[in-house]
């Protein structure tokens, strides 16, 4: 069983920053990929942002520039850089597990980002 604990949402004006954090625990192997979605009301869940064991990190490319995925390996925690925020960008998100090769799979329990005025 993997539990996932996120944390750093909240509100903030337009323009503002913000770093979510996602620590994983339990039974879980160091061969991961960990990463974040979100979900706007009304709208699908999108990926935002991935980050794997060996280095390989992406982020979708309406937040490029503006958001930065890192992780530590050592304490199992993957971080969310959110600078120059948009109202779009309020969401809730996800933090997200995935392990290899057996490709067990994690959701968090989700965290509010509000940007707004």
């Known amino acids: 069983q993997v539990q996932l604990v996120e944390s750093g949402g909240g509100l903030v004006q337009p323009g503002g920053s913000l770093r979510l954090s996602c620590v994983a625990s339990g039974s879980i192997s160091s061969r991961n990929a960990m990463g974040w979605f979100r979900q706007a009301p009304g709208k699908q869940r999108e990926l935002v942002a991935v980050a794997t064991w060996d280095g390989n990190a992406n982020v979708t490319d309406s937040v490029k520039g503006r958001f930065t995925i890192s992780r530590d390996n050592a304490k199992n925690t993957v971080y969310l850089q959110m600078n120059s925020l948009k109202p779009e960008d309020t969401a809730v998100y996800y933090c997200?597990?995935?392990?290899?090769?057996?490709?067990?799979?994690?959701w968090g329990q989700g965290t509010q980002v509000t940007v707004s005025s």
């Open positions: 997200i597990f995935r392990e290899y090769p057996t490709n067990r799979f994690q």
